[in-house]
């Protein structure tokens, strides 16, 4: 029998090790970055004095800490913007390595910058530039690399891309910190900064291995798009950063009159042939639905269309899953300061219980890839992307459980074990192998070629919305609203509650999701 072309070689391809080597190199820039931004900018811009002031050692946290949020803040909003970047004008390869050598030149001016603080928090302003542009081409670059003869071998490549991922980060974690206490802040980040410029070096090394997915022609309407867009986020950044009493109804505001201005101005090149995702629905909406926007634009836009459509659906539950992981990083850490650190005979620091969390990662992984996954479709239970985000909220929803039931003890005046949030952080940490991957991987093959970078975007943004749904929550909290009866371990069980809802809601939705590959 003749061979077909789409025929499994089993082979990976040969960009694949440059990828996994540049991303190591840049988590470990970015976590060693982020292990001692809060202490050093409390102690070197805020504190400066070392006063023991309880008045000055509040204020100087709630800057540091209000720093470090806005630099992460930005850091995940951006994506979206590289993704456009890279979709509509310089593809993804030229989008990670210009975007990567900006990062590096931030990272190494925070090294040189360390007593100024206007030059420093510019300079964490162009790591988030960087960081956040690149993120989400890093990802669909990996899939890219790929075609249908050895599109079986996609969920091994980002389950490797994610290790990577935890392997910088732990070592960076675990260095950083302890090169800061013994030889300063400019070693302390002068180290990370070297490591990107490895990073950027790493992937530029590849260059002709890489299989690169081109951009479209460029279109000078797009560019005024993205502009238009990134001055918006700009301006509304300044506004909170001077207005924050005023509240996000200015803001919204103005954004739907951008928004409108944008239909009107643009609306011959929205609904022009071939069609982009907005257009397209647009005509859809107002003229009879999807059935007639196909007798307009084809059967095959359509259909990429509703799968954009499908994949959002998707992440319309993701937010949930961030909203009680991101929780392990905070208000695991106040809960962990309460408890009994003294396990496998080692007085642990609150601080460094989060560590388990990569530990268990690099462990888990190929746990489920290798052994767990096989072993569930030998016996005709089969594993696809939606049920193993599923069992992730069920599993993220037990963590809390624990946390929930950890909390309740300490309420009662009893000092529990850390080994206890250990366990807690083990089930977490399968909930997250499930969510977290497999989203990665849905990401990609679920969403057209012209759409890949900004659905990419749009899964890191998910991060975002959660930690705001936490933050609506804990502020409701504070000022006395209806969620002040959620406190102690009554905030976890609401947690609970939440994630436990969103995992019966996504249990019966998600049979209904059809799924399409785009491997290209």
Same mark, same amino acid.
């Given at each position: 029998?003749?061979e077909?072309?789409?025929?499994?070689? %089993?082979?990976?391809?040969?960009?694949?090790?440059?990828?996994?080597?540049?991303?190591?190199?840049?988590?470990?820039n970015?976590?060693?970055?982020?292990?001692?931004?809060?202490?050093?900018?409390?102690?070197?811009?805020y $504190?400066h004095?070392g006063?023991?002031?309880?008045?000055?050692?509040?204020?100087?946290?709630?800057?540091?800490?209000?720093k470090?949020?806005?630099?992460?803040?930005?850091?995940?909003?951006?994506?979206?913007? @590289?993704?456009?970047?890279?979709?509509?004008?310089?593809?993804?390869?030229?989008?990670i390595?210009?975007?990567?050598?900006?990062?590096?030149?931030?990272?190494?001016?925070?090294?040189?910058?360390?007593?100024?603080?206007?030059?420093?928090?510019?300079?964490?302003?162009?790591?988030?530039?960087?960081?956040?542009?690149?993120?989400?081409?890093?990802?669909?670059?990996?899939?890219?690399?790929?075609?249908?003869? $050895?599109?079986?071998?996609?969920?091994?490549?980002?389950?490797?891309?994610?290790?990577?991922?935890?392997?910088?980060?732990?070592?960076?974690?675990?260095?950083?910190?302890?090169?800061?206490?013994?030889?300063?802040a400019?070693v302390?980040?002068?180290?990370?900064?070297?490591?990107?410029?490895?990073?950027?070096?790493?992937?530029?090394?590849?260059?002709?291995?890489?299989?690169?997915?081109p951009?479209?022609?460029?279109?000078?309407?797009?560019?005024?798009?993205?502009?238009?867009?990134f001055?918006?986020?700009?301006?509304?950044?300044?506004?909170?950063?001077?207005y924050?009493?005023?509240?996000?109804?200015?803001?919204? %505001?103005?954004?739907?009159?951008?928004v409108l201005?944008?239909?009107?101005?643009?609306?011959?090149?929205?609904?022009?042939?071939?069609?982009?995702?907005?257009?397209?629905?647009?005509?859809?909406?107002?003229?009879?639905?999807?059935?007639?926007?196909?007798?307009?634009?084809?059967?095959?836009?359509?259909?990429?269309?509703?799968?954009?459509?499908?994949?959002?659906?998707?992440?319309?539950?993701?937010?949930?899953?961030?909203?009680?992981?991101?929780?392990?990083?905070?208000?695991?850490v106040?809960?962990?300061?309460?408890?009994?650190?003294?396990?496998?005979?080692?007085?642990?620091?609150?601080?460094?219980?989060?560590?388990?969390?990569?530990?268990?990662?690099?462990?888990?992984?190929?746990?489920?890839?290798?052994?767990?996954?096989?072993?569930?479709?030998?016996?005709?239970?089969?594993?696809?992307?939606?049920?193993?985000?599923?069992?992730?909220?069920?599993?993220?929803?037990?963590?809390?459980?624990?946390?929930?039931?950890?909390?309740?003890?300490?309420?009662?005046?009893?000092?529990?074990?850390?080994?206890?949030?250990?366990?807690?952080?083990v089930?977490l940490?399968?909930?997250?192998?499930?969510?977290?991957?497999?989203?990665?991987?849905?990401?990609?093959?679920?969403s057209?070629?012209?759409?890949k970078?900004?659905?990419?975007?749009?899964?890191?943004?998910?991060?975002?919305?959660?930690?705001?749904?936490?933050?609506?929550?804990?502020?409701?909290?504070?000022?006395?609203?209806?969620?002040?009866?959620?406190?102690?371990a009554?905030?976890?069980?609401?947690?609970?509650?939440?994630? @436990?809802?969103?995992?019966?809601?996504?249990?019966?939705?998600?049979?209904?999701?059809?799924?399409?590959?785009?491997?290209?």
């Open positions: 029998m003749a077909t072309p789409t025929q499994k070689t %089993g082979k990976f391809p040969s960009s694949i090790p440059y990828i996994i080597g540049n991303e190591a190199a840049e988590r470990f970015y976590y060693g970055l982020r292990a001692i931004l809060t202490t050093f900018m409390v102690a070197q811009f $504190n004095s006063s023991t002031d309880p008045d000055v050692v509040q204020a100087a946290e709630a800057t540091a800490n209000a470090t949020h806005d630099f992460v803040a930005m850091t995940y909003l951006l994506p979206m913007f @590289g993704g456009m970047m890279a979709d509509w004008f310089w593809g993804k390869y030229k989008t390595l210009w975007l990567s050598m900006l990062y590096a030149c931030g990272s190494v001016m925070v090294a040189l910058s360390v007593d100024s603080e206007v030059m420093f928090t510019t300079s964490l302003m162009l790591i988030a530039l960087g960081a956040g542009g690149i993120k989400p081409c890093v990802s669909a670059n990996v899939g890219d690399q790929f075609d249908e003869s $050895n599109s079986h071998l996609i969920s091994k490549a980002f389950d490797a891309f994610y290790a990577s991922i935890n392997a910088g980060s732990v070592l960076s974690i675990l260095l950083i910190p302890y090169l800061k206490s013994h030889y300063g400019t302390a980040f002068g180290v990370p900064a070297i490591a990107m410029g490895v990073a950027v070096f790493f992937f530029w090394l590849g260059r002709n291995k890489y299989r690169r997915v951009p479209p022609k460029f279109d000078s309407n797009k560019m005024v798009i993205l502009l238009t867009a001055l918006s986020l700009v301006a509304s950044y300044l506004y909170f950063d001077k924050k009493h005023a509240g996000i109804g200015p803001v919204l %505001g103005a954004w739907l009159v951008l201005a944008l239909a009107f101005v643009f609306k011959k090149q929205w609904f022009a042939k071939p069609g982009n995702f907005v257009g397209i629905n647009l005509y859809a909406l107002t003229n009879g639905g999807f059935a007639a926007a196909s007798k307009e634009y084809g059967d095959d836009a359509i259909a990429g269309i509703r799968s954009v459509w499908r994949v959002l659906s998707v992440f319309a539950f993701i937010p949930v899953f961030w909203a009680l992981w991101d929780q392990s990083q905070s208000e695991w106040v809960q962990a300061s309460k408890m009994d650190l003294n396990f496998l005979g080692i007085k642990w620091e609150a601080e460094q219980i989060s560590f388990v969390n990569a530990a268990f990662i690099l462990a888990f992984i190929p746990l489920f890839s290798f052994v767990i996954f096989p072993a569930l479709n030998k016996a005709g239970l089969k594993v696809t992307p939606l049920r193993k985000i599923g069992v992730g909220f069920v599993l993220t929803a037990l963590s809390f459980v624990i946390i929930a039931i950890i909390q309740g003890w300490i309420d009662a005046g009893e000092k529990p074990n850390i080994s206890w949030q250990i366990l807690a952080f089930v940490t399968a909930g997250e192998v499930l969510i977290s991957i497999t989203g990665l991987e849905y990401a990609y093959t679920q057209p070629p012209s759409m970078s900004t659905i990419m975007a749009c899964w890191l943004i998910s991060v975002t919305l959660g930690n705001v749904l936490v933050s609506v929550i804990q502020n409701n909290i504070k000022d006395g609203g209806f969620f002040a009866q959620f406190h102690g009554n905030f976890f069980w609401l947690f609970t509650g939440i994630c @436990g809802a969103t995992a019966v809601l996504f249990m019966i939705i998600s049979p209904r999701i059809k799924e399409k590959s785009y491997i290209i």
